[in-house]
């Protein structure tokens, strides 16, 4: 359901996007970017300018998708905005300890589309 508002944001927003229903769904689909990405000879950020992600998801939590993007260097520069409900300094810190860019908590979508304006903004995507 969550996904869903998501999804309606983005697109009232008139962002481009592509949404995955599980972590390594979006894990998978990242790759295929990044591999187009290298054999076009661009950069992967001039394909993706924020990663938007949730801590809870199946197959591979949110923690564990930033993990892999930041050990990445394909997806240098590429803000990762984690928007969660699990949202206890705790949580936020360990987001921000496995590179988390942003952490802006679950039932707050001004915030959220305050925040994925100014990344897109400062990524000159706006």
């Not at 962002?15 to 990405?37: M, T």
């Amino acid at each position: 359901m969550a996904r869903k508002q998501i999804v309606g944001a983005l697109e009232a927003m008139q962002v481009n996007h592509i949404s995955a229903i599980n972590g390594r769904k979006a894990w998978d689909e990242l790759q295929k970017i990044a591999s187009y990405a290298e054999s076009a000879g661009i950069p992967v950020s001039d394909m993706v300018q924020v990663i938007l992600t949730d801590v809870e998801m199946p197959e591979m939590d949110g923690y564990m998708l930033t993990r892999k993007i930041k050990e990445d260097r394909r997806f240098d520069n590429i803000p990762v905005l984690m928007h969660s409900s699990l949202s206890s300094e705790s949580n936020q810190q360990l987001g921000k300890a496995v590179g988390v860019d942003e952490y802006v908590p679950k039932f707050e979508p001004k915030k959220l589309s305050q925040t994925l304006a100014r990344l897109l903004t400062k990524n000159g995507k706006d």
